[in-house]
């Protein structure tokens, strides 16, 4: 026997993975008990400010739970872009990265760095539908955090939550409102 045999086949797609006891959820409400906002997911505390980023320009747009595709579109799009400048940042200076983000790599960026292995570009679109088979990116995986530390308000839509940066930002705001809120 290669393992121990509850890990041969779980008993539902929900037990498939690195935790077939399905431990995680009670060791990660029992952390956050002692430490609250605690994640344990990741080490890459930028997608937290990204995703609240993303609700505060929904609320902007006047976006609404009719405009969750187009929600969906905008996060998984700039989640892309936040992982290529993340890997671009780890190849041109790997120690300083290091030490600010760690060792383990964001999520989603096996899918991009092979997209731009030998490439000075990325099909955008392609990539915001490949990197993830789940609709929402990863917004599934911070929302809870997000919520705990007052970036967002859960909603179909998040909306930005009471620690949200309601302001533009600044010298960004231009590029923002252009072509590039269509194609971040």
Partial sequence: ???AAWSAKADSPEDTGRQPLAVEAVTAAHA???VPAVITTTPHARYLSLHARMAVEASRRGWSSDDLPAFRQLLRRCEVILAAVSLRHDAVDREVHQ????KRRPHGVNTIAQALDGSESIDLDELSRAYSVVANGFYGTYGGIETALGLITPEVLPAPGPAAELK????WTKPLNSRWAVTC
């Fill in 1 to 3: 026997m290669a393992g």
């Fill in 32 to 34: 956050s008990e002692l």
């Fill in 99 to 102: 030490r600010r983000t760690g």
């Fill in 168 to 171: 533009p930002w600044g010298r």
